[in-house]
């Protein structure tokens, strides 16, 4: 799901497993205040080292997951 206007984008899987309906969050991430905030990450690539890697700066990336002390990439490493 691409939300362009409200710089909101979500990866998500959806079918069913037998009888149990899937349905989660791979990927979510939000544009706020011109940083990249890292809402839901559950992919075997690390998305925030692939957004290094391209190019984006460290501090314009934020663990929105994390606690509010542990949020911004820089502090982790």
Do not use: A, C
Not at 33 to 38: A, E, F, G, L, R
């Amino acid at each position: 799901m691409f939300d362009t206007e409200r710089n909101h984008y979500q990866l998500v899987y959806v079918g069913w497993r037998g009888s149990k309906r899937l349905y989660s969050t791979v990927l979510h991430l939000d544009i706020i205040d011109s940083k990249i905030w890292i809402q839901q990450h559950g992919i075997e690539v690390g998305i925030t080292n692939q957004l290094v890697e391209l190019g984006v700066p460290k501090e314009d990336i934020v663990l929105g997951f994390d606690p509010p002390k542990m949020r911004y990439y820089p502090t982790l490493q």
